[in-house]
């Protein structure tokens, strides 16, 4: 049972403020207390964390489909500016809708754990086809009017612009110096790209750096790593750890899915911390080694910057399961501070430099914010969300990471 109004719409609002700042890790205790109340007061409005968590969900699903529905009327104005201004517009509501919404967004955007339970699974896959669909209609518009470019795919793209806004509500950036910026500076490196001269497609793929990082991503194959029943373990333990969390998994299960007994699992890692320690290590390395293989590479800021985008794909590709353990672990434990420890901030400096020499080169046009938001926008945008490549597979992910970062998805004047 739930409730709108009085003390259930104040239950929401503090929930949502602790899950938003603290995770799943919030208890049914926790909430009374911020609230002021007792735990049994509060059964009388929800009946279960779940009922609480579905609410908040279904309250951002609606204020998304609203700000869908929002973006259909036109505005007054010329032709070009309208239409541009109106994806931009847009954009800026989702991600406003986004931060508004932050524990219900980390819940939904990509699978939620299996510990919630199936109706939340099923709403989150039923998210976010509104506003895909509204921008779809917005980017639609925009190619009759001959203001996007006819071989980028629309629907990959509107998937790519809905989802950057979401990301707003998902990272720091609502903490950053500058944060109102965030969104539509976002938008415009996607809509109009940071090269000043297009790049080809043969010129980008024979490039030194595209071609190390090729050579780093066959180099995963042949890192057999540790003995069969290890890789086994690990193997797993990635799935389980992505599908129900770090928190709710148990060696136990570890042992189930594997087919194993839990002495076994116990013989081979000492701890549940220490077996996901030896997973996350090892996608470590494989993400410094591909990002070193295009930095350290001959070529130009821009050559380097694609190739990293072509190492993110293929990581997100084949490293899908750590991906979902990262989001486990935002879910779990949400990011107050810009500072994400020693590498985040080694990929942020990476691509600082990188913009500063492209600048100075005159390949990259880097103006209108501080060089932090711009490093911060550029990283985010070079990160392709799963949905993308899922859906457009690796050579389409690339494609549209071209289309949009470099060369920007709409047609040039």
Known sequence: MSSQGGRGAEILETAAALFASSGLQVSLQQIADACGILPGSLYHHFDSKEAIVLELVRRYRHDLDTTAAQAVDPPKGSVRVSIEDRIVDFGRAIAACALAHRAALLLTLYEPPTVLGGELAGLARGAPTAIEGAMLGLLDQARVLGFVRPEVELALLSDRLCQSMLHVGVGVSHVT??????????????????????????????????????????????????????????????????????????????????????????????????????????????VRSAWTAALESEGSSLERLDAIMCANIHLLERFSDEFRIQLAWLRQSPPSTPNLGRWFTWHLRQVKALLADGAQAGEIQVEGAPADIWARCVYEAAVVPPSIIANGGIRGAQALARDTVLRGALTRS
């Not at 193997?235 to 998994?249: I, L, Q």
């Open 177 to 286: 110096p500058g944060a109102e910026r965030v969104p539509e500076l976002r938008l415009r490196i996607l809509l109009h790209g940071i090269a000043t001269r297009s790049p080809t497609d043969d010129s980008l793929d024979a490039s030194a750096p595209i071609k190390s990082v090729e050579k780093a991503v066959a180099a995963w194959e042949e890192d057999i790593g540790d003995d069969e029943r290890t890789a086994h373990l690990q193997a797993v333990a990635r799935r389980e750890f992505g599908r129900r969390g770090f928190e709710a998994t148990t060696m136990r299960d570890i042992a189930a899915a594997a087919g194993l007994s839990t002495g076994t699992v116990y013989r081979s890692f000492r701890s549940k911390d220490e077996l996901l320690l030896s997973i996350m290590k090892s996608y470590s390395e494989k």
